[in-house]
T-cell receptor
């Protein structure tokens, strides 16, 4: 199966700082998502980004599919950004039907006031 | 907005009990998934379903079964709960859609159920 590695495993920032989270994957993928898991356990969709670049407010993501990595950028971090950030990937079968996401182990982000 | 709801946020059961976890989505999504999340092991897929009455095993189906009688509802069943099934259970749904020549398939997650088996 596909292997997904995220780095760093832990990150502590001061409020206002910028950060970059990385996701490496071992094979070509059709689906890549970034999630934020809040302290209550809810997984919040951030980006669906199997390739290219997207931005949403202070967050942006870039996936370079040919080199098998994705980056999540957080600018001007806030305490509410704290939590675990997961990258997850999937491959479709030729029929196009959904297949399971394989999750990385996550990056635990702590933003200090 | 896509809404995925789960029947309970917290559940405490005894060993040997039959446990039902319910998941409902309101966006007419064809695909639904059950994951469990454990410290140090991450999220692992238990079962998924890509249509009513259809199901496929994920990575860790042992000790679980599922039911999908209606498109919006996907149930996870622990036939005889055991202490090693104490975990956070997360349900997700998605719609596979063609966009140009590519298929998109964004998964949306429910709030999770923390199950404790005593």
């Amino acid at each position: 199966g596909i292997q997904v590695e995220q780095s760093p495993p832990d990150l502590i920032l001061q409020e206002g700082a910028n950060s970059t989270l990385r996701c490496n994957f071992s094979d070509s993928v059709n689906n890549l998502q970034w999630f934020h898991q809040n302290p209550w356990g809810q997984l919040i969709n951030l980006f669906y980004i199997p390739s290219g670049t997207k931005q949403n407010g202070r967050l942006s993501a870039t996936t370079v599919a040919t080199e098998r990595y994705s980056l999540l950028y957080i600018s001007s971090s806030q305490t509410t950004d704290s939590g675990v950030y997961f990258c997850a990937v999937a491959r479709f079968f030729s029929s196009g039907s959904a297949r399971q996401l394989t999750f990385g182990s996550g990056t635990q982000l702590t933003v200090l006031p | 907005d896509v809404k995925v709801t789960q029947s309970s946020r917290y559940l405490v059961k005894r060993t040997g009990e039959k446990v039902f976890l319910e998941c409902v989505q309101d966006m007419d999504h064809e695909n639904m998934f059950w994951y469990r999340q454990d410290p140090g092991l991450g999220l692992r897929l238990i079962y998924f379903s890509y249509d009513v009455k259809m199901k496929e095993k994920g990575d860790i189906p042992e000790g679980y079964s599922v039911s999908r009688e209606k498109k919006e509802r996907f149930s996870l069943i622990l036939e005889s709960a055991s202490t090693n099934q104490t975990s956070m259970y997360l349900c997700a749904s998605s719609l596979s859609a063609w966009e140009g020549r590519a298929v998109t398939d964004t998964q949306y997650f429910g709030p999770g159920t923390r199950l404790t088996v005593l």
